[in-house]
């Protein structure tokens, strides 16, 4: 009988960050031990205090009976095509959610959703499949968002606002009460929308100005 264990597929920024994620879930007793990583471009955590071995590459890897995946990357078109590679082989995805988390019982979640520190869905919310909630990330009551989104950290989904599919919130946004975002937006760090966004669109905040150093 194989035992279960978890593989991040992704070697860049977000897979460190989910290693360590994953081992306080683990510890927790909420999720298997992390077994690995699975990276295209090699065994990018070579030489940095990791344990956690490279299992070669997303492309040629073929899933093991108890392996379990998570989606460590940070986009969602990234995300769609590491998956996209691994399920028709059979891969099989798991969530996680971190012992900090605020999940409650009456949010919906689809598969391989990630939820990391501190980062919370309030009552009757839907997560899609593939979602990911940074650091702090949160949705309130009655939101809904799509599968393959990817909300960064400080990021305040409030009540009843619709997310689609594919969408990429930068950090610190702020999505307003029955706010609908279509499918593939952009969402910009620290914007704040009340009104509806296209699909495909962009949202950003006017950019900083460069002052005179002081001294010129």
Known sequence: MSRERVILVGGGGFCRELYFCASETHAAGRLAPLGGYLDDTGDTLAGLDYDLPWLGSI????????????LAVGTPKAKRAVHGKLAPRGGVFTELIHPSARVVRTAQLGEGVIFCPNSAAGPDTVIERFVTFNTVGGAGHD???????VISSLVDITGHASIGRDVMIGSGA????RVSVGDGATIGARAVVYRTVAPGASVFVLPPKTLRARGD
Not at 59 to 70: C, K, N, Q, T
Not at 143 to 149: D, K, M, V
């Open 59 to 70: 492309s040629d890897y073929v899933p093991a009976r108890g392996d379990r995946f998570l």
């Open 143 to 149: 939101a809904r968002i799509g599968e393959f989104t």
């Open 174 to 177: 702020t999505i307003l009460p």
